[in-house]
């Protein structure tokens, strides 16, 4: 999913540069971080949403590559 750089490192940040799934990080990994939809868009879910006050993203997470691709073969 397309975010702005900026919205990026803020949700990189926000998730304290963890994958949302495995709980670890691209430097233990060598895999890059993606961003993606809790739910895809093609299932109804909503465009990525930013509360900045907050610090709060909803509809998007970030993950590592390999947990990505490994949750769309499911």
Known sequence: SYLPT???DRLL???NRH???CQTTQTN???PMT???IVPQV???SEPEVIPQRRVFI???TMLLNCSCSRTRR
């Open 29 to 31: 990994t060598g895999q």
């Open 13 to 15: 940040e926000a998730d």
């Open 6 to 8: 900026p919205l990026r």
């Open 43 to 45: 299932q109804g879910g």
């Open 35 to 37: 961003v993606d939809h």
């Open 59 to 61: 509809n998007v997470k």
């Open 19 to 21: 994958c949302a799934y």
